[in-house]
């Protein structure tokens, strides 16, 4: 800029659109989350804490965080495996793994909803899976297996995703120390896990963690699968507040989006520091 220049004014609009869309509503949410705001009356007044105490008196807060944490572990775990797995058998450059990997890759392009629908057609009594099985098990209707059921569908979208992280990971590994291995006696087994799969933790820690943010954040996989059924046994807090803000509870609803802000940030960033520092370790 002393030059004249000026190039920190092209990153003007952008700023501007990210305080606008971004920083304001967030500030407004943690102050609306203290009022009585809903669309039942005009005024606005401050309540202090009674928004958090009612959530919590009711108990359904709680459940949906419960459902939160295990669906997005389940996510995290199914994703990974599946992802890892994937990137494990298709790193040879040959032209039927080229084929495989854009095959995996298509999911992470389509859209959450459309992806939801589609197994949503597929799992339904008289859908397509059980035709083919010769069932009529509803597998969208336990109460018991389906959160299992929609983490699935949600870690077979975003598994491509896991698997160009893995992959990019095993690829760029130094030829040499494993050369030097196999020069020591190792097996391609034991030079598989205790060389390349520990130089693999960058990959792991950037996997785990947007696959736990990303599954804390979902909203749109579980809505277009169940609405938070059978029995609201899938309501993760984000259906739970979309419900609310229906009802017209602008408070609470918003007082749930900061409890959801606070959960992410107490469980994602020490997860991030421990496998941060598993790294370190390895």
């Not at 009594?125 to 083919?132: C, D, F, I, R, T």
């Not at 598994?159 to 990971?169: D, T």
């Not at 009802?247 to 997860?271: E, Y």
């Amino acid at each position: 800029m002393r030059r004249g220049t000026h190039p920190g004014w092209f990153l003007g609009p952008a700023l501007g659109i990210l305080l606008v869309f971004f920083l304001l509503p967030t500030l407004f949410n943690f102050v609306y989350a203290f009022t009585d705001w809903s669309g039942f009356k005009s005024a606005i007044r401050p309540v202090g804490f009674d928004n958090f105490t009612e959530l919590a008196g009711n108990g359904t807060l709680f459940r949906s965080l419960r459902i939160t944490i295990v669906y997005a572990v389940l996510v995290a775990l199914f994703q990974n495996v599946f992802g890892f797995g994937l990137a494990v058998l298709l790193e040879r450059d040959t032209l039927i793994n080229r084929l495989a990997r854009i095959f995996f890759l298509l999911p992470v392009l389509m859209s959450a909803l459309a992806v939801g629908y589609m197994f949503q057609a597929l799992l339904k009594p008289q859908g397509a899976l059980n035709a083919l099985i010769g069932s009529d098990y509803g597998w969208l209707g336990d109460t018991t297996w389906t959160i299992v059921v929609v983490a699935l569908i949600h870690a077979w979208k975003w598994m491509g995703l896991s698997m160009l992280i893995y992959l990019a990971g095993l690829k760029t590994q130094p030829e040499e120390l494993i050369e030097a291995a196999r020069i020591d006696g190792a097996s391609r087994w034991q030079s598989f896990w205790r060389i390349r799969s520990p130089l693999l933790a960058p990959a792991v820690t950037f996997n785990v963690a947007t696959a736990l943010l990303g599954s804390m954040n979902g909203f749109d996989m579980v809505q277009a699968t169940t609405g938070g059924g059978p029995a609201r046994t899938t309501e993760i807090l984000n259906i739970f507040i979309y419900r609310t803000f229906g009802q017209g509870l602008f408070a609470q609803a918003t007082t749930m989006s900061l409890v959801l802000f606070l959960m992410v940030a107490l469980l994602a960033f020490p997860v991030i520091y421990l496998l941060r520092r598993r790294e370190r370790i390895l």
